[in-house]
């Protein structure tokens, strides 16, 4: 089975035949429009499809090709720091909260975390931030063989401070306490902070290169998968986002 995830920097309705190139049984796309309320032709490419956003524009969208089936996960929980003195809010959060992730079931079979870490408009947890507050509530679900979490982190250990407790590097160190890791990674043996294959260009700078997104598998499938970041030779023209084109092996 090949996964991909894009973020394809908006109007994927223009963008529908580089997404057909990959070939793909499965999408995971970042910045895309709501199929629902777009272009007739948007509407028909996107065929089986799960999507989640506040801006009709831009949000996450999952879309299966060659039979594969999908279904949504409702995930919904709560999490609150406890032991401490202070009764603030801010110890409290939920699912819902947090800012943007899309659970579901490929085949009633794999779990797929389509994640796309935005700022949620908090100066202290933005980006991978949520996902850390989302691992704290879901841990128990992703502590599962058959597991998928993919996509845009905006995040990279070089951006670690050192008297924050949610760092991308403890996201990682937890993510490995449950049988979770980075599949490119394990196959480019390279530690996080190193990584020689820029996923991201600001400003589509050549100059300006970053690893920000991620395909996270469970200890399972990480030795029989393969990964590849796009050619920023071809995609650049596409996005200031190279896709990540992921192969399970196995019976999927």
């Excluded at 394809?8 to 895309?32: H, M, P, W, Y």
């Excluded at 394990?186 to 290169?209: I, M, N, V, W």
Aim: with cysteine; aromatic share 12%.
């Amino acid at each position: 089975m090949k996964v991909i995830t894009w973020n394809c920097n908006g109007a994927l309705r223009k963008k529908t035949a580089a997404a057909d190139s990959f070939g793909a049984d499965i999408l995971v796309i970042q910045e895309c429009e709501d199929p629902a309320q777009s272009t007739k032709e948007y509407r028909e490419w996107a065929g089986s499809y799960l999507w989640k956003g506040k801006n009709k524009n831009k949000g996450i969208g999952v879309f299966s090709r060659n039979g594969y089936q999908l279904s949504e996960l409702g995930w919904n929980g709560e999490f609150q720091i406890k032991g401490l003195v202070s009764q603030s809010p801010s110890l409290r959060w939920t699912t819902a909260d947090l800012e943007s992730f899309l659970p579901c079931k490929i085949n009633n079979e794999l779990t797929l975390l389509a994640v796309w870490t935005k700022s949620a408009s908090s100066p202290n947890f933005g980006y991978m931030g949520q996902f850390w507050k989302f691992l704290q509530i879901h841990r128990e679900d992703l502590r599962k063989d058959k597991t998928i979490i993919c996509g845009d982190f905006n995040s990279n250990v070089k951006w670690d401070e050192p008297d924050r407790w949610w760092s991308h590097s403890d996201v990682v160190s937890e993510l490995a306490g449950i049988g979770v890791q980075s599949l490119y990674h394990h196959q480019h043996k390279e530690a996080q902070g190193s990584e020689s294959s820029p996923t991201f260009f600001l400003h589509r700078k050549e100059q300006k290169p970053y690893h920000i997104d991620y395909v996270f598998l469970s200890d399972d499938l990480v030795k029989d998968s393969s990964i590849i970041v796009g050619d920023i030779n071809h995609w650049l023209e596409f996005s200031d986002h190279m896709p990540l084109e992921v192969t399970l092996k196995g019976h999927y």
